[in-house]
């Protein structure tokens, strides 16, 4: 039953062949069956199964919702009313919102039960879910070798909740690759929607002009469902779009006849024997379909990547300047354990300036990643740096942008690996971090640009791992990516 | 271009994060390498009329009202030092 995709589960819920209650059980029980994986931070038993009582109510009645009975599994960076939102970091190990997200609050309302709350990197700042306060998520996902595998990241929680079984879709974020890398990793489907098209009202920030929602899914069709649900204008938020969502799971058309299709030389060159097969069979099974091949010069989707590291820096060392230990999240004891709060120990504080708590909180609470980036972007907007760095990063971006734009005039989706490689072991981290960054060659360029891109499972490497296959579109072509994506799985 | 250990200190400073002397000497030489790899950015020619990148849909105006309960008790919740109704703090002025 819970291999199922979401939309064969709203069938047999609708059909009475299952109830929600045995659904939300039987996912519960193979979260402890498998929590060596680490994939959750928080697990909502109690509420999930009070939930999924009620949603058969609903059957019963005849009113049920969209996704009536069907839980789902939010990253812990969106905030869910009464049940703590960490963002994986200590700095926020107990915080507890008295708010919804939107993006949440949407598939609530249409019914989804959230069965818990996913592991992932802390601030979502990393690509292998290896910086989280509550220790590493593993990949479900094996080698030949046997080696423990990264899930990638920052979804990589959401990402493994999917694949794994644990939940039956799963909400991302994506700032730079943080859906579709760890989607490619774990043999799932995620989406990067455009920029504005989901509300970010809730989702605690990393690096604002970038960050976007987006769902993570067994296939395209229950991808296409969450989106539908999830999208839509929030006053909330002064960057979210005033356009009318499409059903696109409606709508969903396998279909790629009279398709441009453009691929980038650049993208060709320097391809793992893996990545390369797995473009060469795509790129076969698009001509069969009717779609036209365009082999385009497009340097800038991976020179753009240092790009991505000096904007989302910047815009992290600012959003994250809130956790301070003042007004929620952890506070450091100081000289006296304030956080008792007892007469005495508000008396011991005042032998600590309030420089020494702020600079005393940030040190316990960040870790190394998170303290890396923000110092990396407060170094780069210092005097002296700013022009070097950040001015001429957004020159850049608009470059990249003005590329794309020209780009897709003629064009109507780009296919691109996600990754440079698949998955790989723990012990083949790379111990330099320019390394690391370079996981997100294929990913960051479309979040400078704000545009649309899906990422699915597509053949496999010769170690019997998911290969990943992105499709990017211009803006708003959601439709266009989930028809190509779903003609190619 | 690199950075030196003076100037970690000094952005740490900024950025209000303590660190040990040990963590200078780490992220000096983390920082410095991925201030390396970001020079690739040279190579990439730019116009000389390149106006700033902007997201186009910024200008989503609201009606100027208050549009917000007070959340004052609920946000007291999270606080870590409550007293009264105020978040305790050490004290600012000397």
Redesign the interface.
């Given at each position: 039953m819970i291999q199922s995709t979401i939309h064969a589960l709203l069938s047999k819920l609708r059909n009475k062949e299952i109830t929600s209650v045995a659904l939300v059980q039987t996912y519960l029980d193979e979260i402890e069956k498998q929590k060596e994986l680490n994939v959750y931070i928080t697990v909502c038993a109690e509420s999930a199964l009070k939930a999924a009582n009620e949603a058969d109510k609903r059957y019963a009645n005849g009113t049920e919702r969209k996704l009536e009975g069907i839980p789902l599994a939010f990253k812990d960076l969106y905030c869910t009313n009464g049940v703590r939102t960490t963002a994986a970091s200590k700095i926020l190990e107990?915080?507890?919102p008295?708010y919804e997200s939107t993006v949440t609050q949407k598939l609530l309302d249409e019914g989804a039960i959230c069965i818990g709350k996913t592991n992932m990197d802390e601030f979502a700042m990393g690509s292998m879910t290896q910086y989280s306060h509550f220790g590493p998520t593993y990949n479900h996902l094996k080698r030949a070798d046997g080696k423990r595998l990264i899930p990638g990241g920052s979804s990589g929680g959401s990402a493994v909740a999917v694949g794994a079984h644990l939940a039956a879709g799963s909400l991302g974020s994506d700032t730079g690759g943080s859906i579709r890398q760890p989607a490619a990793f774990c043999g799932v489907v995620g989406i990067k929607p455009t920029?504005?098209l989901c509300s970010r009202f809730g989702m605690i920030a990393f690096a604002s002009?970038l960050d976007q929602a987006g769902p993570m899914a067994k296939d395209v069709r229950d991808a296409a469902l969450l989106l539908e649900i999830m999208a839509g204008h929030d006053?909330k938020?002064?960057?979210?779009?005033?356009v009318p969502i499409p059903s696109y799971s409606g709508n969903l058309k396998a279909d790629v006849k009279g398709k441009n299709v453009a691929v980038f030389n650049e993208c060709l060159q320097d391809l793992s024997a893996d990545n390369k097969k797995m473009m060469d069979v795509a790129i076969k099974k698009l001509e069969a379909g009717g779609a036209t091949i365009h082999y385009v010069d497009f340097p800038?989707m991976k020179?753009?990547t240092?790009?991505y590291?000096?904007i989302a820096p910047t815009e992290a060392?600012s959003n994250l300047?809130k956790y301070?230990?003042?007004?929620?999240?952890?506070?450091a004891a100081?000289n006296g354990d304030?956080?008792k709060?007892t007469p005495n120990s508000?008396a011991k504080?005042?032998?600590?300036?309030?420089?020494?708590?702020?600079?005393?909180t940030?040190?316990e609470g960040?870790g190394d990643e998170v303290?890396?980036r923000?110092?990396?972007g407060?170094?780069i907007l210092?005097k002296g740096h700013y022009d070097?760095?950040y001015?001429?990063?957004?020159?850049?971006?608009?470059?990249?942008?003005q590329a794309f734009t020209d780009l897709f005039r003629n064009i109507d989706v780009v296919l691109a690996p996600t990754t440079p490689t698949p998955a790989f072991a723990l012990d083949e981290i790379p111990t330099?971090?320019?390394s690391i960054?370079l996981n997100d060659l294929y990913t960051t360029a479309v979040n400078?640009a704000?545009l649309p891109a899906i990422a699915f499972p597509f053949g496999q490497s010769e170690s019997g791992l998911p290969m990943g296959c992105q499709l990017i579109g211009p803006e708003l072509s959601e439709q266009t990516l989930f028809d190509v994506g779903s003609y190619l799985t | 271009?690199s950075?030196t250990k003076a100037?970690?200190i000094?952005?740490?400073g900024?950025?209000?994060?303590?660190?040990t002397d040990q963590?200078v000497e780490k992220?000096t030489t983390?920082?410095g390498?991925?201030l390396h790899?970001?020079e690739?950015?040279n190579?990439?020619?730019?116009?000389d009329n390149?106006?700033?990148?902007r997201?186009k849909?910024?200008v989503?105006e609201?009606d100027d009202a208050n549009s917000t309960p007070d959340?004052s008790a609920?946000?007291m919740?999270?606080?870590?030092?409550?007293?009264h109704d105020f978040?305790?703090?050490?004290?600012?002025i000397e």
């Amino acid at each position: 039953m819970i291999q199922s995709t979401i939309h064969a589960l709203l069938s047999k819920l609708r059909n009475k062949e299952i109830t929600s209650v045995a659904l939300v059980q039987t996912y519960l029980d193979e979260i402890e069956k498998q929590k060596e994986l680490n994939v959750y931070i928080t697990v909502c038993a109690e509420s999930a199964l009070k939930a999924a009582n009620e949603a058969d109510k609903r059957y019963a009645n005849g009113t049920e919702r969209k996704l009536e009975g069907i839980p789902l599994a939010f990253k812990d960076l969106y905030c869910t009313n009464g049940v703590r939102t960490t963002a994986a970091s200590k700095i926020l190990e107990n915080f507890v919102p008295f708010y919804e997200s939107t993006v949440t609050q949407k598939l609530l309302d249409e019914g989804a039960i959230c069965i818990g709350k996913t592991n992932m990197d802390e601030f979502a700042m990393g690509s292998m879910t290896q910086y989280s306060h509550f220790g590493p998520t593993y990949n479900h996902l094996k080698r030949a070798d046997g080696k423990r595998l990264i899930p990638g990241g920052s979804s990589g929680g959401s990402a493994v909740a999917v694949g794994a079984h644990l939940a039956a879709g799963s909400l991302g974020s994506d700032t730079g690759g943080s859906i579709r890398q760890p989607a490619a990793f774990c043999g799932v489907v995620g989406i990067k929607p455009t920029y504005g098209l989901c509300s970010r009202f809730g989702m605690i920030a990393f690096a604002s002009s970038l960050d976007q929602a987006g769902p993570m899914a067994k296939d395209v069709r229950d991808a296409a469902l969450l989106l539908e649900i999830m999208a839509g204008h929030d006053p909330k938020d002064s960057t979210s779009l005033d356009v009318p969502i499409p059903s696109y799971s409606g709508n969903l058309k396998a279909d790629v006849k009279g398709k441009n299709v453009a691929v980038f030389n650049e993208c060709l060159q320097d391809l793992s024997a893996d990545n390369k097969k797995m473009m060469d069979v795509a790129i076969k099974k698009l001509e069969a379909g009717g779609a036209t091949i365009h082999y385009v010069d497009f340097p800038l989707m991976k020179e753009t990547t240092p790009v991505y590291y000096i904007i989302a820096p910047t815009e992290a060392s600012s959003n994250l300047a809130k956790y301070d230990g003042v007004r929620f999240g952890h506070r450091a004891a100081g000289n006296g354990d304030v956080a008792k709060a007892t007469p005495n120990s508000r008396a011991k504080t005042r032998d600590l300036s309030i420089d020494e708590l702020f600079s005393k909180t940030r040190q316990e609470g960040f870790g190394d990643e998170v303290k890396r980036r923000i110092l990396m972007g407060t170094y780069i907007l210092s005097k002296g740096h700013y022009d070097a760095y950040y001015l001429r990063a957004q020159k850049i971006q608009g470059v990249l942008r003005q590329a794309f734009t020209d780009l897709f005039r003629n064009i109507d989706v780009v296919l691109a690996p996600t990754t440079p490689t698949p998955a790989f072991a723990l012990d083949e981290i790379p111990t330099d971090h320019t390394s690391i960054y370079l996981n997100d060659l294929y990913t960051t360029a479309v979040n400078l640009a704000g545009l649309p891109a899906i990422a699915f499972p597509f053949g496999q490497s010769e170690s019997g791992l998911p290969m990943g296959c992105q499709l990017i579109g211009p803006e708003l072509s959601e439709q266009t990516l989930f028809d190509v994506g779903s003609y190619l799985t | 271009m690199s950075i030196t250990k003076a100037e970690v200190i000094y952005a740490a400073g900024l950025a209000k994060i303590g660190l040990t002397d040990q963590d200078v000497e780490k992220f000096t030489t983390e920082l410095g390498g991925i201030l390396h790899w970001m020079e690739a950015l040279n190579n990439i020619a730019i116009p000389d009329n390149m106006p700033l990148y902007r997201p186009k849909n910024l200008v989503c105006e609201r009606d100027d009202a208050n549009s917000t309960p007070d959340y004052s008790a609920q946000f007291m919740t999270n606080a870590p030092d409550p007293q009264h109704d105020f978040f305790g703090v050490p004290k600012v002025i000397e």
